[in-house]
């Protein structure tokens, strides 16, 4: 069961695309662009009241779409690696007494979260829980 407590959900926004890239469908621009329209969609359905949502991508700024989208913001991570900011964001929650999951699917960042006492979720549960609320209409 997955807690509908509200948190930081700080998402590894490479990661995720990459899991879900299909031989021969979108490319990986195309691919963050359309998983960030889901995911605003997904949000849009009223199901994570308090909730926040943060997705960090590698690399320098390049057109994804709207960077800012009612609880859904998107960073690009410039010089620093996207798993650094990740891991500096939830330990600066944690001290803040805020509850923040890292979502990624990277094992080694993974292990790295946990080694900081990190709540970390896997893409393919954040999806799970993201498909849950969205109401049906």
């Known amino acids: 069961m997955i807690s509908a407590k509200p948190a930081e959900y700080l998402i590894d926004g490479l990661n995720y695309v990459r899991s879900h890239l299909d031989a021969g469908g979108p490319g990986e621009d195309d691919a963050v ?5 889901w995911l605003d969609c997904a949000l849009s359905g009223g199901g994570f009241a308090g909730s926040r949502f943060r997705v960090v991508l590698d690399g320098g700024w ?3 779409g709207p960077v800012a989208r009612g609880s859904l913001k998107v960073d690009f991570s410039g010089h620093e690696s996207a798993d650094d ?3 500096e964001c939830a330990l600066y929650l944690k001290h803040e007494g805020q509850r923040a999951f890292i979502v990624t699917s990277d094992r080694a960042l993974q292990e790295r979260a946990r080694r900081e006492n990190l709540l970390v979720m896997n893409c393919a549960k954040f ?3 993201c498909r849950s609320r969205i109401p049906e209409k």
């Open 33 to 37: 662009r359309d998983f960030l329209d």
């Open 62 to 64: 390049r057109d994804a």
């Open 85 to 87: 900011i990740l891991v």
């Open 127 to 129: 999806e799970a829980m």
